[in-house]
């Protein structure tokens, strides 16, 4: 169904993401994992899934986009920059579609929408940061035709929510059975959950990999989040 490399945990992120939840409290210091209910479902439905035997193991991003650009696994839970690796794959035309992440079943709180990765620019307080400032401003900042064009020779989808209303936005894609794909990301951005995130995401998450192994092993869940909060807690200060 999916392929994972089991040191990579952005399936765990999405989850989490979708219910308001993330792997610090909301003053994005304070390590949120022991108690973490969201976390909790998220690793048992990573199991869940892990022991249906419908997981393609892989190690790097070569074999993340053969997985699926080869049909050897049928779906790609993962953020919308990797569109442009599925449509690489010329002759699976018609046969893919995009659909809302599915949510965690036992947290209220979750819905149908996630993030996982994107990118984000920044001006350095150093000379020249104020034209910086304003070449950004006019253009991700408030340049609708920017975006468009973006969409059309790119692929790339920006968080500008006017954009969301232009044609290229708008557009149908064979690819994906005539589905209105851009439209469909830019819909269910508005849905996500925010969270902070910290600055401490990959510290904790080198920790939660290894725990997610124990876990997959037979240690007992409590124990292993409880474990995971220790460490985590010993190692932000």
Sequence with gaps: MLTQDPKDLGLIRMMIQSSGSW????????????????????????????????????????????????????????????????????????????????????????????????????VLNVPGKEKAADFLAKTFGSNVDFYQSLVKEIGAIGTYKPAADSEAYKATDDFFGGQKIISNFASWTG???????????????????????????????EKVLQDAQKQAEEQIK
């Design 23 to 122: 792997y610090v409290k909301d003053d994005g210091q304070t390590p949120d994992i022991a108690d973490n209910a969201a976390l909790k479902d998220a690793f048992q439905t990573y199991k869940k899934i892990v022991d249906a035997d419908i997981v393609k193991p892989n190690s790097d991003w070569s074999q993340f986009v053969a997985a699926f650009n080869s049909g050897a696994v049928a779906s790609v839970p993962t953020g919308n920059w990797i569109t442009p690796s599925v449509k690489a794959q010329a002759n699976q035309a018609g046969k893919w579609a995009v659909v809302p992440l599915p949510k965690l079943a036992g947290i209220s709180t979750s819905v149908n929408a996630s993030n996982l990765g994107g990118s984000s620019w920044y």
């Design 191 to 221: 849905n996500i959950p925010q969270v902070n995130y910290g600055l401490h995401t990959y510290e904790i998450e080198d920790i939660l990999a290894a725990s997610m192994q124990d876990y997959l092993k037979g240690k007992d869940l």
